[in-house]
């Protein structure tokens, strides 16, 4: 499990094995159950999430008790409520399962630990926060300005392995259009 993530941490910042020693000093592995949640809405979020096997989806529930998919996360990706996490605040998303999922678990005092005890980990972390802001604006792009069909295509040509692994219910949850509506489009 972790050389996964050594693997994983490698594709930006090479590491000794006694760096990678004292990184994976600071990771606690876990194993969740299908529908079990990692973070729960109004809760603290004590980790960080790097999903080692398995696949969650990272769900906003509004006023109406309408579900919205922000993320799918599988394997080599980390997903979370990152400004519970950071700010040490309640969740107002929640990180739920949809497989049996394996997750590498780094608490905030692990992250501030690894950040100060080994420099180039910091930049590891900064290269995947860039990362992923580049792709939430993407995302936000894509929602501004194109159609549910041209979602659709971008999604499953970025990840086809998630159309075998995730329902039409919460595809349609995650690019915003009803079931139905999902339904209609002719691809």
Same mark, same amino acid.
């Given at each position: 499990?972790?050389?996964?993530?050594?693997?994983?941490?490698?594709?930006?910042?090479? @590491?000794?094995?006694?760096?990678?020693?004292?990184?994976?000093?600071?990771?606690?592995?876990?194993?969740? /159950?299908?529908?079990? %949640?990692?973070?729960?809405?109004?809760?603290?979020?004590?980790?960080?999430?790097?999903?080692?096997?398995?696949?969650?989806?990272?769900? #906003?529930?509004?006023? !109406? =008790?309408?579900?919205?998919? @922000?993320? %799918? =996360?599988?394997?080599?990706?980390?997903?979370?409520?990152?400004?519970?996490?950071?700010?040490?605040?309640?969740?107002?998303?929640?990180?739920?399962?949809?497989?049996?999922?394996?997750?590498?678990? @780094?608490?905030?005092?692990? #992250?501030? !630990?690894?950040?100060?005890?080994?420099? /180039?980990?910091?930049?590891? %972390?900064? &290269?995947?926060?860039?990362?992923?802001?580049?792709? =939430?604006?993407?995302?936000?792009?894509?929602?501004?300005?194109?159609?549910?069909? &041209?979602?659709?295509?971008?999604?499953?040509?970025?990840?086809?392995?998630? @159309?075998?692994?995730?329902? /039409?219910?919460?595809?349609? =949850?995650?690019?915003?259009?009803?079931? &139905? !509506?999902?339904?209609?489009?002719?691809?």
């Amino acid at each position: 499990m972790y050389i996964q993530l050594r693997n994983h941490i490698e594709k930006i910042v090479p @590491l000794t094995d006694d760096e990678f020693a004292f990184v994976s000093s600071h990771f606690t592995l876990k194993h969740f /159950k299908k529908h079990q %949640f990692l973070v729960q809405e109004g809760e603290l979020v004590p980790y960080n999430y790097y999903i080692v096997s398995g696949l969650t989806k990272l769900v #906003y529930t509004d006023d !109406a =008790a309408k579900q919205h998919i @922000l993320a %799918f =996360a599988m394997e080599d990706w980390w997903d979370n409520d990152f400004q519970a996490y950071y700010t040490r605040t309640k969740a107002t998303l929640s990180l739920e399962c949809l497989e049996d999922t394996i997750a590498l678990c @780094l608490s905030l005092d692990g #992250y501030h !630990a690894l950040r100060t005890g080994l420099p /180039k980990i910091e930049h590891f %972390f900064l &290269e995947k926060v860039t990362r992923g802001f580049l792709a =939430a604006q993407r995302r936000i792009l894509s929602l501004l300005t194109t159609n549910v069909q &041209e979602r659709y295509k971008q999604l499953i040509s970025q990840n086809p392995a998630l @159309l075998q692994r995730v329902s /039409k219910t919460q595809l349609a =949850a995650y690019l915003g259009v009803s079931r &139905e !509506a999902l339904s209609r489009i002719s691809f």
